[in-house]
DNA sequence: GCTGAGAATGAAACCGGTTTCATTTGGTGT
DNA sequence: ACACCAAATGAAACCGGTTTCATTCTCAGC
């Protein structure tokens, strides 16, 4: 009944081994290779280490063997349901094999993926970089002391899992051109470059196919209020649908329009990606399902067979995503919602944004776009 | 230009000291106790170590310190953006003060939270444990071994961080009443006992303090599915307003609305909780704010102060989380929009939830409500 | 009965740091 | 100049396991 409960201190393998009358090395070998040992022996040890409440230290066991049993997932913003989704997936398929796993948030900055990858590289046996914002060198730079599968980053000779949503915008643009949309527009973020480029680029393609006349607006970073402030650009450029490189920048699109008095899809229709809130939102929106949480657990995969073999993973697995159909999408209106009429489309229109007052926030200004 | 890019070990700190002339001890003190040495030798050292991309072995640093330099977190749903936003201001915290982060994932199980907190025990320096599922004895055990400091519980003796709601729910009746309810509910979920028991009995006292009648309805599994069940018992019982456990419910009961026609604020007024996901829905959510993020951070401090003392974290930290008035709230109809006129308000309506199929699913509809 | 292979176990080195304790060095007081 | 003390640095033990290598012991085979 000690009054302060002080943390006391673990039964060591030399306190085992000297209560069974044994050597350590027996006691080790008890918990890591029994079959070594005479069946009599392994019960006389595992006995006493239950009896004294004795287990294996893991930092211990990890310095000596130099396998930690642990992974790190690094990723740009765990507050992104995209991010959350992928997270879950990878932690729960990590903890089926037996690994613990680190989380680093990088909060979108380089700089402190580095630093993550650096601090956390003794204690992991392998990375999974989601997303990552650090340039092609330093991710090789840290590939070749561990092991790293990134996420959607298409690296040679790097691990890697894909997930290809093309074929899920180019099903969307199908989509909108079957319901009778002429002009649409794609809303992109620079940052997120393989992604969004990936998505802008099959939504060009896809446009043209169909002789649509595309947009592309540039978002600057994927947020809410990054696609409200799309709206004024998307009404401007005399579209009738966007797809958004993102179910948030497309929840954000929705509500600009609402505060327009637009209806959705009435007046004017919207595409995400990813498929994670796209459920949640009213009306539900037509997505690009990502399977998040499977990409998250095929990294994972990909990562730990990779311990198996002697050359780091450098496989490139990829998962494509599938449009799904939901309430934001509808026929053409009549005529498009635009306040002033189509001008001829430019290729590009930055939307503008609010001098936005955090400190957090990237802001990627554009001096020269109006408002 | 190997082809084979194997991992190369990392530099120890015997390379470095031999590398730069001195002897391990000048290595480690450079790095852990500077000022015990010349600067010139600092500068040394450090030069050499950058040079070779030397880092500390964190396993090695922690064997022989008993210092992992790790937390871990562990939380029932990743997924759920009140977690989401509670991990990214404890990371963020536990970074700053030089401590890395374990994640650990529950899945809403009490049995998993058990295994996680006993596998991670070695590795790291202490848990916070956010809205445990795990029941009061095995808490205290593990608290027993290692410090910790549990999130929305309230456990004698144990540190604790506590999000106190209560007064924002009392504005948001308060709100409700000026904007001329007369009968409103609370919508709450019976797993996160402690934080929706406290808002329960914050709406009650507050609707009599006003005079309103107060219905509670159970909703089960905190998820957007649930809220949207929910509307059904809703306009039953005649109500003009509704209060959410959190602002996932919230939306969900937005999305019932909708779903029949009915507008919010014009016909039905909406209250939701935790403020993370609530300026992102259309109408924008009058939420109570719950600081997630910094709820996250204050129990990382509580954990970290306490490693300075002999005792274990026992203090308890609340947080006050505060009304932000937004769209979803507006002045109540000429009538309820209830379909059946309203009844004797009955104490507690449960929305039933089918046994659930799947193992994690929550799905609760109610075979018994039209459809 | 003797030899040799193989199984069971132990002694000690090792993983990569930290820390105690001893030694060297430099500066001060007289 | 001499003695003395503090500051700077090094040698070696230690953290708690794993693993190599040597040793002991057993039993099959001739």
Redesign the interface.
């Known amino acids: 009944m000690t009054n ?4 006391r201190p ?1 039964p060591t393998i030399r306190l085992v081994a000297r209560e069974a009358g044994v050597s350590q090395a027996t006691v080790s070998r008890a918990f890591s290779q029994p079959e070594l040992l005479t069946p009599a022996t392994v019960e006389k040890v595992l006995g006493t280490a239950r009896r004294l409440g004795y ?1 294996p ?4 066991r ?2 000596s063997t130099g396998r ?1 049993g ?1 992974i790190a ?1 690094i990723l740009p ?3 992104n ?1 995209f991010f ?2 992928l ?2 997936g990878a ?2 398929q990590a ?1 089926k094999r037996g690994y ?6 990088s ?1 979108e900055t380089a700089h402190l993926e580095d630093v ?1 990858l ?6 992991v046996d392998g990375f999974v970089l989601a997303s990552p914002r650090l340039d092609e060198p330093l991710i090789r730079k840290h ?5 790293v599968v990134v996420i959607n980053r298409d690296l040679e ?1 790097i691990g890697r899992v894909l997930v290809d949503t093309g074929p899920g915008f180019t099903a969307a643009v199908a989509l909108l051109a079957g319901l009778g949309h002429r002009a649409i527009a794609y809303v992109g973020a620079p940052r997120s470059s393989w992604s969004s480029q990936q998505r802008a680029r099959a939504v060009a393609a896809a446009g043209a196919a169909h002789g649509l006349s595309v947009v592309q607006i540039d978002a600057g970073r994927p947020s ?1 209020e990054a696609g409200r402030d799309c709206v004024a650009a998307l009404m401007e450029a005399g579209v009738t649908a966007a797809l958004a490189v993102d179910d ?1 920048v497309a ?2 699109i ?2 600009g329009l ?2 327009r008095g637009l209806s959705v899809p009435g007046d004017f229709s919207v595409v995400g990606c990813d498929d994670i809130i796209a ?6 929106l037509t997505s690009v399902n990502a399977r998040c949480a499977i990409a998250g657990a095929n990294a994972v995969d990909l990562l730990l067979n990779g311990f198996a073999t ?3 993973p450098t496989a490139s697995h990829v998962i494509t995503g599938e449009l799904v159909i939901r309430g934001s999408t509808g026929p053409a209106p009549a005529q498009a919602p635009a306040r002033t009429p189509a001008r001829a489309p430019a290729q590009t229109i930055r939307a503008s944004r609010r001098p936005s007052a955090k400190a957090r926030a990237p802001a990627e200004p554009d001096p020269s776009s109006r408002k």
Request: proline share 11%; hydrophobic share 45%; net charge neutral.
């Open positions: 302060a409960p002080s943390h673990a287990v230290n893991q930092v211990a990890a310095l930690a642990n997932l913003d765990v507050a349901p959350s989704a997270m879950r932690q729960a903890y613990a796993t680190f989380l680093g948030d909060d993550l650096g601090k956390l590289a003794a204690q590939a070749a002391r561990k092991p000779g809410h948030v929840q954000g929705m509500a609402a505060e459920a949640t939102t009213y009306p539900p002697p050359a780091p």
